[in-house]
């Protein structure tokens, strides 16, 4: 009994501190500091509904938005809960075909000349959220003609929502896709 009461209480106390009073610290302070990211960073449409968080990739298809990077992610493109590339190497004669094809259905939109990797290779999570700066400018004339406004303004929208490298050097340039389609619906539906 000596040495099992010291023991209770110490998983006690750290049962406490650990499971509830530092979490609770942790996300009053990440809520008071950083209020958009520990809400989960979520977008919402012209009218306030919600419709995703800028850090998750969606899927989009109909040509008058931007596409983002294909997904592999099991039963359907963008799938939350089946987060995960396809593991197929690139010298995979299946893998090979998923590009070809994702190249042919590029090419049958208009899109012409280089098409870099994030159009038609999936990441290894399957849900980025963001294009890089050329896939997005090689989109720009489908979207408006698709939309019927000019690539100016199509341009603009994709410029606006550039996002630099964080803290100058990690990462690369990137274009959010949903805030991207967002402004796009906003101002040319």
Same mark, same amino acid.
């Given at each position: 009994?000596?040495?099992?009461?010291?023991?209770?209480?110490?998983?006690?106390?750290?049962?406490?501190?650990?499971?509830?009073?530092?979490?609770?610290?942790?996300?009053?302070?990440?809520?008071?500091?950083? &209020?958009?990211?520990?809400?989960?960073?979520?977008?919402?449409?012209?009218?306030?509904?919600?419709?995703?968080?800028?850090?998750?990739?969606?899927?989009?298809?109909?040509?008058?938005?931007?596409? &983002?990077?294909?997904?592999?992610?099991?039963?359907?493109?963008?799938?939350?809960?089946?987060?995960?590339?396809?593991?197929?190497?690139?010298?995979?004669?299946?893998?090979?075909?998923?590009?070809?094809?994702?190249?042919?259905?590029?090419?049958?939109?208009?899109?012409?000349?280089?098409?870099?990797?994030?159009?038609?290779?999936?990441?290894?999570?399957?849900?980025?959220?963001?294009?890089?700066?050329?896939?997005?400018?090689?989109?720009?004339?489908?979207?408006?003609?698709?939309?019927?406004?000019?690539?100016?303004?199509?341009?603009?929208?994709?410029?606006?929502?550039?996002?630099?490298?964080?803290?100058?050097?990690?990462?690369?340039?990137?274009?959010?896709?949903?805030?991207?389609?967002?402004?796009?619906?906003?101002?040319?539906?």
């Amino acid at each position: 009994m000596k040495e099992i009461r010291p023991a209770l209480c110490l998983l006690l106390l750290f049962t406490l501190v650990c499971g509830g009073l530092y979490p609770a610290v942790v996300t009053g302070v990440a809520q008071l500091l950083f &209020p958009v990211q520990a809400g989960g960073s979520l977008l919402a449409d012209s009218s306030g509904r919600v419709v995703g968080s800028s850090l998750i990739g969606q899927s989009f298809t109909d040509p008058k938005y931007l596409w &983002p990077r294909p997904s592999a992610t099991g039963d359907f493109a963008h799938n939350p809960m089946a987060s995960g590339g396809t593991n197929l190497s690139p010298a995979s004669r299946d893998h090979r075909k998923t590009v070809d094809e994702r190249l042919n259905r590029l090419h049958a939109t208009g899109v012409n000349g280089p098409v870099t990797a994030d159009l038609v290779q999936a990441s290894g999570s399957g849900l980025d959220p963001h294009v890089s700066p050329p896939a997005a400018a090689v989109q720009i004339r489908r979207i408006a003609q698709a939309r019927g406004v000019s690539e100016e303004k199509v341009a603009a929208i994709v410029a606006a929502h550039l996002e630099d490298r964080q803290f100058g050097f990690l990462g690369a340039p990137r274009v959010n896709v949903l805030a991207v389609n967002l402004e796009l619906d906003a101002t040319s539906p």
